[in-house]
């Protein structure tokens, strides 16, 4: 499973890899050189709208993929096609969404007090984020997660 260094611009991107499980960093206030060193040391693949950048990591030997559109389909269609993506709904393992940190599943008795009353009452299954504790659920959103995803078939 590959990890990435999603460059500032593909900050929806990352949500969504991260949602299908993969570990990634997104550069909000780091430098390029920063992102591009860090991917070299930690073995990323670093995912620019930038050729430049693209350019600048191939010359560095880092594996670097040039997103070419806005589109988040269209970004995810690409990336399952150059690097194999597994796109799976439900993900067989997410990370968080904001913090890139691991998920581990939770009984709904032991963070009743931390999620809303109508969602206790409607979903069985909840995760939270080992990192910063924020609680997931497959809730109605996921429905669309899916439909986006059978749209880069
Ligand atoms: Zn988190």
């Not at 009743?112 to 995760?127: E, M, R, S, V």
């Amino acid at each position: 499973m590959p990890d990435f260094y999603a460059d500032s611009m593909l900050g929806k991107l990352s949500r969504f890899l991260r949602f299908f499980g993969y570990d990634t960093l997104y550069r909000s206030k780091e430098s390029i050189e920063d992102m591009i060193k860090s991917s070299s040391e930690n073995n990323r693949i670093v995912l620019s709208r930038s050729e430049e950048i693209v350019d600048k990591c191939t010359k560095l030997n880092v594996v670097a993929v040039f997103i070419l559109t806005n589109d988040i389909v269209q970004q995810l269609k690409y990336l399952r096609e150059q690097l194999d993506l597994d796109l799976s709904v439900p993900p067989h393992s997410a990370r968080c969404s904001i913090c890139n940190g691991r998920l581990h599943e939770k009984k709904k008795h032991d963070i009743l007090d931390l999620i809303p009353t109508g969602t206790a009452q409607h979903y069985d299954k909840f995760w939270s984020c080992t990192e910063c504790g924020k609680i997931y659920w497959v809730g109605s959103h996921w429905k669309d997660i899916e439909r986006l995803v059978e749209n880069t078939r």
